[in-house]
């Protein structure tokens, strides 16, 4: 699970939203503090950037970069420091920018968000560094004593709520090592490299540390962990509120669990820190001491100004980590006693964990955060220990949850011990279809989660049927009693996917439906990607470009307000606007001219063509090779034959950069990821294409190299399917799974005959057949299953008719009626999706690939010939 998704869920109860579009009124809402509203001098100029409000002097000229000093703070003394910030500021026209509200400073230091980021409230800018020097001592006198978090990125002056870092001033950017764009600082010989954003105070080599921040850094070093009777031996989490490591007590040789608190930092829904967390958490385990289902408390201290709480080390696996590996599910036809074997299992577990919960609760204890993740199944399988108790509740049934899984997020009207009994309802489908978050956007999806489970399995349908009564409870349109709640959920979808061009017109009719032109930043919402990149909503992957390609291609009637939107934002590309297919500009100009704007499209090229392309990475997604691929393309379309070197050249610095990258000596990147988008098998894709229309075979070798360095990048997981080993888990998937170099491979095979890839891509559809998959996502779900099962010429079993019906059937499992329309759930599956990458635009592209009477296709991937 990615925790970042979850603050851009607040904005809107139905899409994916920017933090900052929280409305300015009502309860939980983002408006301004009240020293934000005051007038401006004149010759000032205020203007927003993402969730931070700027404000600088029109006639002061700033360094590019430099040291620049951040301000932290507490939700509660904020307004205090902002005013006097502001007081310091403004009168010597120093510019600043600041979170402009208690809301968005609540999720800047939130438990889950960006370590490197936490903290910064005020960000000021000095001229110089004997500026920087001043400005420092004058607001640590001012401030001195009010507390904030500590800015991890940063170092501290003294021990106020002062930092210095040293970075750009200005909105630059370049390629990091892994070839994506990021923000960026001159180095000494005025390249541009990235500007570092990690978690630990960084000097960049070309600076000097000025005198007067030595006395600071010095301080910084002085509390080690050396001070503490343990011995850390590894890290098993980090969170903005802290660590969780492994760590022997020097005392017993015991094996512990430390949990590290940092005040002020690590903010839950109730604006408790990881400090006040941790000592609920102490306190919790010691009221459950003894019951064998909670972990013992060993330990309890403070290092500088950081709490420590030392547990008892649990011996055991997560259950969502048992569940991975033992859902039937994940293979391609289980038969009846795999079935029964499982559904055996999971009962007893549910078992398991409702009689430890029913412990705690005896014991006046609410968990408050039960999840696939908290719960530690002991290897024999036959006891369960609850763990993370930072949110719990002691003798208190009126609490609301603080923490919450996605998956098991309590109805805002559940109290007390009821939030457990949500919970435990939710385990009981979650055990069999791993959806639960989309309650998130309808509650009422648990009865279709339900019929399905029951259609799968051999479960008592009384044990689906509590699970959706207690879920559905108090809900405006709760299962009636006269039928059964598993039942509720057949009709549930507005049309049956298979149902084309019916599921076609509904879908397009939601993603019409979603539109949102009054917008700047996008069109049609998508993944929280649109919000990630300059111009993110009008790229290919995540934005309307990859919209209005998949409308086009499956037959939906031309939306002309669209495209005229996303001409406008062609026009005047955001600055930091990224140049790749999937992610940047070369994206838009090739959907531009293949809906006829071939004018725009070519203005576009202009400016694509004459940027730098030295650092940007050979990739499919962001770099060289959908450049390539969109250029060569255009080149056909257009009639510009000057852009077919261009193109040529795109494969000359791919090529360069495979040799590079397998040389010795050299400071080439290592491939840091597989797959059709961000791995080798794009450039195959870009030489591939290029073979057929030059016929260079030199070019069709290169494609034979780099499918090749992705298949040793593969492991054949169960049944023998081949899938992407990613060291930690393996992928299937379309984007960066097996499933995308089968795409390739289909296509390398039809122009020459090749033994280990013809025995790859027959144990890469093995990938394809799986009953389920955790999204149903174009890339990375269920979608790029159908898409590649339809156009597979592999042949043999799970590439006939029965088994892409059987994947366009699961593919509805990850479905929401949106507005009376067929939608679908985007990443993370806690909000919906219209975009081609995540959401309905991509599902809708994968259905016409199997059922539109002239199929359809990704760009650069025509179903290639039939033998």
Known sequence: MNKGYAVFCDADRQFYDAPHRLPATGKGSAGLYETLRQELP??????????????????????SQGWKIHVSACLDNAEKVLDRVWDYCVPRAIAFKCMPSRYLLHTRNAKYADRGASGKFLTIYPADEAQCRVIAEDLDALLGGEPGPYILSDLRWGAGPVYVRYGSFTER??????????????????RLVPDRREPTFHVPPWVTLPDFLEPHLAARSATTVTEIPYRIERALHFSNGGGVYVARDLRTDERVVLKEARPHAGLAADEADAVTRLRRERDALRRLSGLGCTPEVRDWFTLGDHSFLALEYIEGRPLNSFFAHRHPLIEADPGPDRLAEYTE???RVHGLVADAVAAIHARGVVFNDLHLFN??????ETSVVLLDFEAAAIDDQSVRQVIANPGFVAPADRRGFDVDRYALACLRLALFLPLTSLFAVDRTKAAHLARIAAEQFPVPRAFLDEAVAEILRGHRAPATPSTAPADAGADYLPVALDDWPRSRDSMVRAVLASATPEREDRYFPGDIAQFATAGGGTSFANGAAGVLYALAETGADRCPEAEEWLLLRAKSPASGSPLGFYDGLSGVAWVLDRLGHREHSLALVERITAESWTDIAPDLHSGLAGLGLALDSLATSTGESALRDKALRCAELVAESAEASGGEGTQARPAARAGLLHGATGTALLFLR???????TAL???AADALRRDLARCVQGVGGALQVDEGWRTMPYLGAGSVGIGMVLDDYLAHRADAEFERARGEIVRAAQAKFYAQPGLFRGAAGMVLHLSRTTAGGPGTHAADLRRQIASLSWGAVPYQGHLAFAGEQMMRLSMDLSTGTAGCLLALGSALHDKPVHLPFLPPPPRP
């Open 690 to 696: 290029l073979y057929e229309r030059t016929k260079d």
């Open 375 to 380: 719960i530690m199944l002991s290897e024999d």
């Open 173 to 190: 950017h370049c390629y990091d090592d892994a070839g994506e764009l990021c923000p960026a600082v001159e180095d000494a010989q005025g």
């Open 700 to 702: 069709l070798d290169l």
């Open 42 to 63: 004149d010759g000032w100029q205020r203007h927003r950037s993402g969730d931070w409000l700027a404000f600088r002097p029109l006639d002061r000229e700033l360094p």
């Open 345 to 347: 299992w999971a009962l």
